[in-house]
């Protein structure tokens, strides 16, 4: 009896075992029966911001949009935002301040910057106050789209475009969340950087609002706004 119960409990363990690698595979198999989320993000620029528009990317990742997803990325005019220089740089804010107050869009195509430079608000205090402000909105700029695509352990059938997805800047190595695609998704936001900027990286486009200024964000990363 006792040789029984211990055959039916190591049999019941190797199934619960197999069966939870199973979903857990199957999981990050998912990441790539969506479009990357990079074309998913320029695809949508073509269709919903006018040519001729300036659009912010930041340096060391790569810009937005792409060539071949319907569209021209000539048709738009870029701008560099230079945020991984020290904050220790007199120049540093000025620049921004002058591209911030010609540029209508901002995209994000990774949590390259904002995940490393958030975490270093000791060596990069302006730019750990200029990347709270620019997600919570009261730099500016509103979210208007989110792309991504994180390993989902039970997706939807269709996009819930009620769902909007949010990003924390201090996120949790490893957390789960709802998102418009799938009811139950590892957020992979707080992981290794090389873990997701290649095939899976998080794209957020921010849409320049009248609430911004350049006197406010000079308050913002100087800590004295209100």
């Not at 197999?18 to 857990?24: F, S």
């Not at 620029?45 to 659009?55: E, L, R």
């Not at 912010?56 to 230079?82: A, C, R, S, V």
């Not at 998102?179 to 849409?207: M, R």
Request: charged residues 20%; aromatic residues 16%.
């Amino acid at each position: 009896l006792f040789y029984r119960h211990h055959k039916f409990f190591g049999i019941g363990f190797i199934c619960v075992i197999g069966l939870t690698a199973i979903i857990w595979t199957q999981s990050f198999v998912f990441i790539y029966t969506r479009l990357h989320p990079r074309v998913s993000a320029s695809m949508w620029i073509y269709k919903n911001i006018p040519p001729g528009s300036t659009i912010g990317n930041e340096h060391w990742d790569d810009p937005q949009p792409l060539y071949n997803t319907g569209g021209n990325p000539g048709d738009y005019k870029g701008m560099e935002l230079t945020l991984y220089y020290p904050d220790s740089d007199a120049n540093k804010w000025k620049q921004m301040a002058d591209k911030l107050e010609k540029t209508d869009y901002i995209a994000i195509t990774s949590n390259r910057l904002w995940r490393s430079l958030s975490a270093i608000p000791f060596k990069y205090p302006q730019t750990a106050r200029y990347y709270k402000a620019l997600f919570d909105g009261t730099l500016g700029f509103e979210q208007v789209a989110v792309f991504s695509s994180h390993p989902c352990l039970l997706p939807k059938n269709q996009i819930d475009q009620t769902q909007p997805e949010t990003t924390n800047l201090h996120p949790r190595p490893i957390s789960f969340i709802i998102t418009n695609y799938c009811y139950l998704a590892l957020n992979d936001d707080g992981a290794e950087e090389s873990f997701t900027v290649y095939d899976h990286p998080k794209v957020i486009i921010f849409k320049k609002t009248p609430k911004f200024s350049t006197a406010k964000l000079f308050n913002i990363v100087n800590g004295t706004n209100d």
